[in-house]
């Protein structure tokens, strides 16, 4: 029989059955399923969080699936979104995971409350959108981004995404790691927030190799709003 005590066991040897079951009523979103998308879902999923909602319009094609460790070449053309949601259904057995396939400007309408928001998107538009959006509804939320072998995470609370250059700007190429180093990071911020641990907010975490090989990490303080 799969309980909540043996199925979690290790988190509740690291913290104890009172922050396990706090997890429980905690419901986030996701906002896209792709690379950075996916390793949240995978971590975040079997983690104890109550309600997990995962929003993408996109399918999977091809070139996905190097690099987004939710999809097989089975899934070619199946929305993202879904495949993501039935496999943390298949792996959980206490979450409750909904898929939304519709873009997040359709998906903000909706009437819930959210604990938590994850940006897994690649578009600087869409992630200033989340940003007005969870300022008006005073919910957090978690930015990521990747590129090449480079990546940025920020928990965002009173700062303001507005100091970014929002501005058209395509990708030229990602590394698989970095998409999971980035979002195991996301995960980690969300996951101790969310267990009422210490996290530091409102502060960039920009992470590179430099010209010699070596990962440095680089911190910035990000203004707050008036």
């Not at 259904?89 to 898929?99: C, D, T």
Request: proline content about 2%; some cysteine.
């Amino acid at each position: 029989m799969i309980t909540i005590e043996n199925y979690f066991n290790r988190q509740i040897q690291l913290w104890g059955e009172d922050t396990q079951k706090l997890l429980e009523n905690k419901k986030i979103a996701i906002i896209g399923s792709g690379g950075l998308g996916c390793s949240l879902a995978y971590a975040l999923g079997t983690s104890g969080i109550g309600e997990i909602n995962i929003v993408d319009f996109d399918r999977v094609s091809l070139h996905n699936i190097h690099r987004q460790i939710a999809f097989n070449l089975k899934d070619e053309g199946r929305y993202k979104s879904e495949v993501v949601a039935d496999i943390l259904k298949s792996k959980n057995p206490f979450l409750k995971v909904y898929a939304y396939t519709m873009e997040f400007k359709e998906f903000k309408k909706i009437d819930k409350e959210y604990d938590l928001i994850l940006d897994a998107t690649d578009n600087l538009y869409v992630r200033e959108e989340i940003d007005r959006f969870a300022k008006s509804e005073n919910i957090p939320w978690v930015y990521g981004s990747v590129e090449a072998f480079n990546g940025q995470v920020c928990f965002f609370n009173k700062a303001s995404f507005q100091v970014f250059n929002i501005s058209e700007h395509k990708v030229a190429g990602i590394t698989a790691p970095i998409v999971m180093h980035i979002a195991s990071l996301q995960a980690n911020l969300a996951l101790r927030y969310l267990a009422k641990l210490p996290i530091v907010k409102d502060k960039l975490y920009y992470l590179y190799f430099n010209n010699d090989g070596e990962l440095i990490t680089k911190k910035f303080n990000m203004p707050t709003q008036n």
